[in-house]
């Protein structure tokens, strides 16, 4: 497609358990974000990736967090030992080399629902 | 850390409104930006805005760069169903700076 994908849309687990949210940047955009969006609330940046630079971690809230780009394409967000306080929408977002640094493309999100 | 306060919170218009909404913040700003979120989607650029004063137009929408970098408003003439949604605004003090988000401001168009 031609737009940011993200997967899976919807995501029900435990309380506990480990989920990986995976995100296709559109083809050839560099910059790869990825934000939170709790209900009712604006976005909060979580990591940013730029090529082969090293990624801006300071938005992660905490260790369980993680997030890696293989091949400068698709990336994976990793949440381990969920917690109930991380239900939410994950957005994903690219942008090409060139654009401005705040103008983004963002994907549907996937929604988290841990019980 | 730093924050965006965007107003009104919500905004119930009737359609053929005009609708205006603004953000500051406590801190200059280089950027902004006005963002829009239909449900189940993600946010979606309006308008970028880079220069102090800067009036930029899109359609029926029209933002501006506040002339102290602290503040930004966007405008929407002639609202239509479509216009629902919540519009975000974002900032950045300097390029390499994060996006700093605002709250979002839910418009309701009454039927």
């Known amino acids: 497609g031609a737009g940011v994908s993200q997967s899976p849309s919807n995501k029900v687990t435990e309380k506990g358990k480990d989920v990986e949210l995976r995100c296709d940047p559109i083809s050839g955009h560099t910059a790869l974000y990825w934000y939170r969006q709790s209900l009712g609330q604006g976005l909060e940046f979580l990591i940013y990736?730029?090529?082969?630079?090293?990624?801006?971690k300071s938005g992660l809230p905490s260790d369980r967090f993680s997030a890696e780009r293989t091949g400068g394409s698709v990336s994976t967000l990793t949440i381990q030992r969920t917690q109930q306080e991380d239900s939410a929408v994950y957005l994903c977002?690219?942008?090409?080399?060139?654009?401005?640094?705040?103008?983004?493309?963002f994907g549907e999100g996937s929604r988290l629902t841990v019980l | 850390g730093q924050q965006l306060n965007q107003s009104p919170q919500s905004m119930f218009i009737q359609e053929g409104e005009d609708v205006s909404m603004n953000c500051t913040s406590s801190s200059i700003f280089n950027t902004w930006l006005w963002y829009k979120q239909d449900p189940g989607e993600g946010p979606v650029l309006l308008i970028a805005?880079?220069?102090a004063g800067e009036l930029t137009s899109n359609g029926r929408l029209t933002a501006q760069f506040g002339i102290t970098r602290k503040d930004s408003f966007l405008n929407i003439s002639a609202s239509i169903p479509s216009d629902v949604g919540i519009y975000f605004c974002a900032g950045q003090p300097t390029s390499n700076y994060q996006l700093i988000w605002g709250a979002g401001t839910k418009l309701i168009i009454k039927p």
């Open positions: 805005l880079y220069k």
């Open positions: 990736f730029q090529g082969n630079s090293a990624p801006d």
């Open positions: 977002a690219s942008r090409p080399r060139g654009l401005g640094s705040g103008e983004l493309f």
